[in-house]
């Protein structure tokens, strides 16, 4: 096992793009670290960087304490998964779980013993003898995990494994990892787009957009405190309400946001710092934050279309020309094209500055 360090690690490439801008951060020996981001941001990147299979454009990558910017792939001490398995077509799930132990020189003993401890703890045993194209995707996949897990390797990388399964296999492979993860306490980097795996299965979440880290922290922190507009509408499903206006004082300690033509949301008695007022905000509300009812800081919208999803609902609403989504638990509410009382929840509340899209802290 071993941590991984990044610093002011840059990847430009020669037309002139840059990848990556200046990443810093370590990835502690033994943790599930997750990189995400949309398409484009450079996870993938990075991830390629630590594989050996880009050139560092600047900064250095340490791994186990040893600067690898020039070293080879193979002398990393490290194994990768593909998101299209990358297994051979004509090799039985031993014979691939095998192929890279016979190319390091490993007596038959030791790769049987290795193969044999790979199949046990990924359900293959009954399958050694199988070609990849009598097994299913998720199979496939595991064979995949299994070829890098006989390696031992320090550190495990994982590029979007799961991005050709379909929505059941992609969650019991997802546990699967986890399980994996837990039993062997390995460095691992896995790079998703989706958020929900990001969120599950990351011990911590690197942010990336643009080619530059958004946030770093626990999935639970990112959640809860998003540190700028992107991380805060990028994490959570459905994503999170922003309304954008000035913040004024209403009465007896209450606030509201001004977003113009006649358009006011009250927001209660939220917790924000006294200069904030008169000054041009976007607020963030999470859709559970939401709910039908009246109170100091209710308000009326119309309802567009109710989505039921089994344990709850997503209700998109109109406020005036703007659109949110409310979560609640499976109720009764007015049919789709009338009025809803809708109460926000002050307390939950998020602000960022408009300009500059950062987050806003009382007291900061």
């Not at 990044?6 to 810093?24: E, P």
């Not at 490290?78 to 299209?84: R, T």
């Not at 809708?342 to 950062?358: E, I, K, T």
Request: glycine share 10%; charged share 20%.
């Amino acid at each position: 096992m071993a941590d991984v360090r990044f610093d002011g690690v840059r990847k430009v490439y020669d037309n002139g793009q840059v990848a990556v801008h200046g990443a810093s951060f370590d990835i502690a020996d033994g943790e599930l670290m997750v990189l995400v981001g949309p398409s484009g941001c450079g996870k993938s990147t990075l991830l390629r960087m630590v594989a050996g299979l880009e050139e560092i454009s600047a900064g250095t990558l340490s791994i186990g304490g040893r600067v690898v910017n020039d070293v080879a792939p193979k002398d990393r001490d490290i194994a990768m998964v593909f998101q299209n398995y990358a297994l051979y077509p004509h090799m039985t799930v031993a014979e691939n779980l095998a192929f890279g132990l016979k190319l390091r020189g490993h007596d038959k003993a030791e790769i049987a013993r290795r193969v044999q401890a790979a199949a046990d703890m990924l359900g293959l045993d009954g399958m050694l003898d199988k070609l990849p194209r009598a097994m299913s995707g998720g199979q496939r996949q595991r064979v995949a995990l299994g070829r890098a897990l006989v390696r031992e390797p320090a550190v495990f990388l994982l590029d979007e494994p799961l991005s050709n399964l379909d929505a059941k296999l992609r969650h019991s492979v997802r546990t699967e990892i986890a399980q994996l993860h837990r039993k062997l306490g390995t460095t691992m980097i896995y790079v998703t787009h989706d958020q929900v795996e990001a969120m599950t299965l990351g011990q911590r979440i690197v942010v990336l957009n643009d080619g530059v880290i958004q946030q770093i922290d626990t999935p639970m922190a990112l959640y809860e405190r998003p540190a700028n507009l992107f991380v805060a509408g990028f994490l959570g499903s459905p994503a999170m309400n922003t309304l954008r206006g000035r913040l004024q004082a209403a009465t007896d300690g209450r606030f509201e946001l001004d977003m113009g033509e006649g358009q006011r949301i009250p927001l209660g008695r939220p917790s924000m710092a006294p200069d904030w007022l008169g000054r041009e905000v976007v607020v963030g509300i999470r859709p559970e934050h939401l709910q039908p009812g009246g109170g100091e800081a209710a308000f009326e919208a119309l309802i567009e279309s109710i989505e039921p999803v089994g344990n709850e609902m997503f209700v998109n609403l109109r406020h005036g020309a703007r659109p949110l989504v409310m979560r609640v638990p499976p109720q009764a509410l007015p049919a789709a094209g009338e009025g809803i009382g809708v109460a926000v929840v002050p307390a939950a509340l998020h602000f960022f500055d408009a300009a500059s899209g950062l987050r806003l802290e009382p007291g900061a």
